[in-house]
T-cell receptor, first 115, second 114 residues
Framework: NAGVTQTPKFRVLKTGQSMTLLCAQD?????MYWYRQDPGMGLRLIHY???????AKGEVPDGYNVSRLKKQNFLLGLESAAPSQTSVYFC??????????????FGDGTRLSIL | DQQVKQNSPSLSVQEGRISILNCDYT??????FLWYKKYPAEGPTFLIS?????DKNEDGRFTVFLNKSAKHLSLHIVPSQPGDSAVYFC?????????????FGQGTTLQVKP
């Protein structure tokens, strides 16, 4: 039972490089989310999706783009990485939206360092 | 503007004793609260939740208390076990339906000593 799988687990980038983080869930959840976790800041929502083909901005969307071409996948892209984007990124999914209070299922995170 | 605050970055407790983790919020419109637990190199996992219409919710060793007038909630773990050592995040729901958002606190690292 895989749940939410994130790839890669670790990555080091140089400033200005681009990359895509992949999130895959096998629970047939409608809602998917990307968060970043920084020391002393908790989890902050970057972008989210309420279903296949839809995306919306969260609390800290600048510098990121997302796509949800398939229901089970949610991609997070960095077009031109900056040191301020050094963080741990978590993907999550849920059957109902955040407003339902239903718990989200999280992946194990991607640790990204931008030099 | 931190709407959900966990003012204690860390807490150390002896095995078998009670652990109390605190969380304060500023927005009186928050109506649902959740606690997540996170081990190193893993994602957060849901622990327990409480609706604003209640003041207490219990699940085994874990109890969450909500004081709406003080805008304060706490998680009690009794008795504490070494396996409870983790980072604990509280989260509050703002709004409802599909537009509702979860706001997370900064987290508290709990260490339970054998």
């Amino acid at each position: 039972n895989a749940g939410v799988t994130q790839t890669p687990k670790f990555r080091v980038l140089k400033t200005g490089q681009s990359m895509t983080l992949l999130c895959a869930q096998d629970m047939n959840h409608e809602y998917m989310y990307w968060y970043r976790q920084d020391p002393g800041m908790g989890l902050r929502l970057i972008h989210y999706s309420v279903g296949e083909g839809t995306t919306a901005k969260g609390e800290v969307p600048d510098g990121y783009n997302v796509s949800r071409l398939k229901k089970q996948n949610f991609l997070l892209g960095l077009e031109s990485a900056a040191p301020s984007q050094t963080s741990v990124y978590f993907c999550a999914s849920s059957y109902l939206g955040q407003g339902s209070g239903q718990p989200q299922h999280f992946g194990d995170g991607t640790r990204l360092s931008i030099l | 503007d931190q709407q959900v605050k966990q003012n204690s970055p860390s807490l150390s407790v002896q095995e078998g004793r009670i652990s109390i983790l605190n969380c304060d919020y500023t927005n009186s419109m928050f109506d649902y609260f959740l606690w997540y637990k996170k081990y190193p190199a893993e994602g957060p996992t849901f622990l327990i939740s409480i609706s604003s219409i209640k003041d207490k919710n219990e699940d085994g060793r874990f109890t969450v208390f909500l004081n709406k007038s003080a805008k304060h909630l706490s998680l009690h773990i009794v008795p504490s076990q070494p396996g409870d050592s983790a980072v604990y995040f509280c989260a509050a729901r703002g709004g409802s339906g599909n537009t509702g958002k979860l706001i997370f606190g900064q987290g508290t690292t709990l260490q339970v000593k054998p």
